[in-house]
């Protein structure tokens, strides 16, 4: 719907990870969130890549929050990325685990 | 006819009995007069017959003859009592056994005694023994022995058969008489039922007289209580304090009931303790509260104590806390619709109690619907004007960022008067931009529908005439043909952005305020002429014409800004002269509202229409968008915003959470703000300031009648607070308002 957002779905065998690129807000934060619980498989840790969200606002944090409740997910974000200070404002590393790159959120 | 039927009875009764007690009376006179003394004849007959017989026979016998002297009395005395026998009443068979005993008697003495007697006297004794012994003396008397038996047998047979009747009338008497105490006993108990219910029924009656008086007297106050009420709280309120009062209940509520949408909310209550209006809380989704039975049945219901002390615990607590026996329940109908539902906890749960109650919410009911409906037309009617004025105004919309326009309506303090305040801003060829405000006479939907038809018309007219003047002329002649209209104030202002310079003609308005960049203030007054089409035909209005410079404001607005009960209007023109420029500084938006904020007060009664327009330095300090609430509108307008800022080179990372703070004002006005149904308009204004502060104003119109109260909770307003210096959400009479600013630090300056 929104050509600002761009979501892709990378499965392996040691994880699911989705890639977000562009902006976030509550006209398309529904899709994200329906991406991101599609992703989920049992046993492999979901991964959501943000590093190249260049906006997020408290609707897109509101469909992280709500997907990461249903099913463990982990945030790629390193910390100079753009929307880095909402996320810590809003004390999205409270509820879900962030990891600087995506090789560290497989680690785990 | 219940004594005529006592009467009937009695004389039935008596009929029946006095024969039968005649003829024991006579029976019993019969005994006395002619029984008693033909038994008594009967056997003196026997005993003198006797007595004549032993004569006879000693004188036969002895032969002497004073043995004959009972013979020869006897004789005589016989007769006598034959006589005195056929002096009595005999019947046909006692007179021939009488008859029969006499003859036997008569034939004794003749051919028995007679010839023996005359033997012995005449000395023949031999004779005489041999007469005796042969018996037919004896024989002849023992003949009269037996008749007169017969005849004694017949006269006992009588006299017993007297006895038999006697007793028997005795007894019919005795019972009949029986019967009669029976029947005059049931009679006289049904008797004084009837007297004692006749007697009732009058109590009743006059019982019932006063509480129909009483029920007259309710019904006329709360009739005239809820005529001079027009909201449906005012109607609800009115109805069950009245009703209530005439019942003597220490609680009642009205619950307003929407049958379409299931939704039950107290219109008016009273009396009901935090408790009890709590409780019903608990109960609300329990599909056998009274009022979702009363819904279904649609007929009233009264729960008693032991009901609700049963099904509803904590009611019973806090009901018997307020001395209430039970609780009635009443449906409002309407075209048969419960639109309402009256309940009121009764102090007395007595069944006369109840009745009485019942009886007087029977009559009340549908009285108070028809109250409560004209009620819910009313404000139906008041947010239909609303709407449509709401729907009017709103038009101070440029794409032109030489100028920034900001207007203001506030309804009247009395909200569901809506006025007939109206204004426009109307872009016109040449640099032109028209702006009127005006002032339509009167309230409620005719005002509002008159004020949309002047607006239209200048609307219309604007873009063909150039003259302000000839403009107002043709509404003017407008307003003539248009009643609602006759009288009506405009002020229109015509701002010339390449002159630059503003045109202006009023018609019985307020002049316009022109507001300088250095403070100098002037009131547009010069060509006042009077309301539209009032009265005399004015050919002559004349416009004026002054030039302003770049950071002029001019403002129009309505009397009720600055008109103030118990003042002349000059100290109120005075008052907004200088607040106007003490604020002249501040962006339009923001000098609208502190316009609003200090001149108006409680005592605002009318309603308030005011428009600022300002000419803009060439230069864009300003940003201001309108958008619509639809989330897909978020996107180009933060591109947008995200462009102006990096006009302004703004570094990228501060802009970042300005896009983030003014993105969650937007956006929560966008989801908050209005109802679905409704989309309304969002407002974005942004402008840098000479001490280098980015001030951002994000303004909605929300619903009309309850502004959001907070809708910025949690993480929306975390982050506006953490990404601004400055950050305040007000509630306005009409919308929220989010006021964010940014210290720009002289990093923007090129």
């Given amino acids: 719907v929104n050509d600002d957002l761009v979501i892709t779905v990378d499965v392996d065998d040691d994880s699911v990870l989705v890639s977000v690129r562009g902006e976030i807000d509550r006209a398309n934060a529904h899709e994200l969130e329906q991406r991101l619980n599609d992703a989920t498989r049992a046993s492999v840790p979901r991964i959501v890549d943000l590093t190249e969200v260049t906006f997020i606002d408290s609707g897109g944090l509101r469909a992280l929050q709500m997907s990461a409740q249903r099913a463990p997910l982990r945030i790629v974000l390193p910390e100079g990325a753009r929307i880095a200070r909402t996320l810590k404002i809003a004390g999205i590393h409270e509820l879900i685990p962030i990891f600087a790159t995506v090789a560290e959120a497989k680690e785990l | ?750």
């Fill in chain 2, 1 to 750: 006819l219940l004594a005529s039927g006592y009467f009937a009875v009695l004389a039935l009764t008596v009929a029946a009995v006095l024969p039968p007690a005649i003829i024991s009376l006579r029976r019993v006179n019969e005994r006395t007069n002619e029984l008693l003394p033909a038994r008594a004849s009967a056997q003196a007959f026997l005993t003198h017959a006797v007595d004549q017989e032993t004569g006879e026979r000693g004188y036969v016998i002895t032969g002497q003859s004073s043995f004959l002297q009972p013979y020869v009395s006897g004789l005589q005395r016989t007769r006598d009592d034959v006589a005195q026998l056929e002096r009595l009443k005999l019947t046909s068979d006692e007179r021939i056994a009488l008859r029969n005993a006499t003859d036997a008697l008569d034939r004794w003495r003749v051919n028995g005694a007679d010839p023996e007697i005359a033997a012995t006297r005449a000395g023949d004794s031999a004779k005489a023994r041999m007469l005796v012994s042969s018996g037919a003396a004896k024989q002849l008397f023992d003949e009269f022995r037996t008749e007169q038996a017969s005849l004694s047998d017949l006269i006992d047979a009588r006299a017993r058969q007297s006895d038999r009747d006697v007793h028997a009338a005795s007894v019919f008497v005795l019972a009949m008489l029986g019967l009669c105490a029976v029947v005059v006993g049931a009679l006289a108990f049904i008797f004084a039922r009837a007297l004692r219910r006749a007697a009732r029924e009058e109590d009743d009656s006059t019982r019932s007289l006063a509480d129909a008086e009483n029920l007259q007297r309710t019904i006329a106050s709360v009739t005239s209580a809820m005529a001079s009420a027009r909201t449906v709280s005012e109607v609800s309120r009115a109805a069950v304090t009245g009703i209530g009062d005439a019942v003597a209940a220490p609680f009642g509520s009205v619950r307003i009931v929407d049958e379409s949408t299931g939704a039950v909310y107290f219109a008016a209550t009273y009396g009901m303790t935090d408790t009890l209006n709590k409780e019903w809380e608990v109960y609300s989704d329990n599909p056998n509260t009274p009022v979702s039975m009363l819904v279904k049945t649609r007929k009233r219901m009264t729960v008693t104590k032991a009901d609700y002390t049963k099904h509803y615990p904590k009611i019973a607590d806090a009901t018997a806390a307020a001395g209430v026996e039970a609780i009635l329940y009443v449906p409002v109908l309407q075209a048969g619709d419960v639109i309402a539902v009256i309940s009121l906890g009764l102090p007395d749960g007595r069944p006369a109690a109840v009745a009485y109650a019942e009886a007087t919410l029977d009559t009340l009911a549908p009285i108070v619907g028809e109250a409560i409906a004209r009620a819910q037309l009313f404000e139906g009617e008041q947010q239909i004007a609303a709407t449509l004025q709401n729907a009017m105004l709103g038009q101070e919309r440029t794409d032109d960022e030489r100028v920034s326009v900001a207007a203001r309506y506030r309804a009247a303090s009395q909200d569901l008067f809506v006025g007939g305040d109206w204004y426009d801003c109307i872009e016109l060829a040449n640099d032109r931009l028209a702006l009127i405000v005006g002032d339509a006479v009167g309230h409620g939907v005719e005002a509002t529908a008159a004020m949309g038809q002047l607006r239209s018309a200048a609307a219309g007219l604007a873009e063909a005439v150039s003259d302000p003047a000839v403009l107002m002329r043709h509404l003017e002649t407008f307003a003539r043909r248009t009643p609602a209209a006759t009288c009506a104030t405009c002020l229109i202002v015509i701002l010339d952005l390449a002159a630059p310079r503003v045109q202006y003609v009023s018609a019985g308005h307020p002049p316009a305020l022109v507001i300088d960049p250095d403070g100098t203030t002037t009131f547009l007054d010069d060509v006042q002429g009077p309301p539209l089409a009032a009265g005399v035909i004015d050919r002559r209005r004349h416009s004026g014409e002054r030039s302003i410079e770049f950071g002029t404001t001019v403002v129009l607005y309505t009397d009720g800004l600055v008109e103030r009960r118990r003042e002349s209007i000059d100290v109120g023109l005075e008052r907004l002269r200088a607040t106007a420029a003490r604020d002249r500084a501040q962006p339009v938006e923001e000098m609208c509202d502190r316009l609003l904020r200090d001149l108006l007060t409680e005592e605002t009664i009318d309603d308030v229409a005011i428009v600022a327009v300002r000419l803009e330095q060439a230069r864009s300090h300003r940003f201001t968008r309108r958008i619509d609430s639809d989330p897909a509108k978020l996107g180009p307008l933060r591109h947008d915003f995200a462009r102006w800022l990096d006009e302004w080179s703004v570094p990228s990372e501060r802009a970042d959470g300005m896009l983030v703070a003014v993105g969650e004002a937007v956006a929560n006005s966008v989801e908050h703000a209005y109802p679905l149904a409704e989309p309304g308009v969002v407002v974005l204004d942004a402008g840098i300031d000479d001490d280098d502060m980015l001030r951002v104003t994000v303004r909605d119109h929300g619903t009309w009648r309850e502004p959001v109260a907070d809708p910025m909770r949690g993480r929306g307003r975390q982050l506006m607070k953490e990404f601004a210096d400055e950050f305040e959400i007000r509630s306005e009479p009409v919308g929220t308002l989010v006021s964010l600013s940014f210290n720009l630090n002289g990093s923007t300056r090129p």
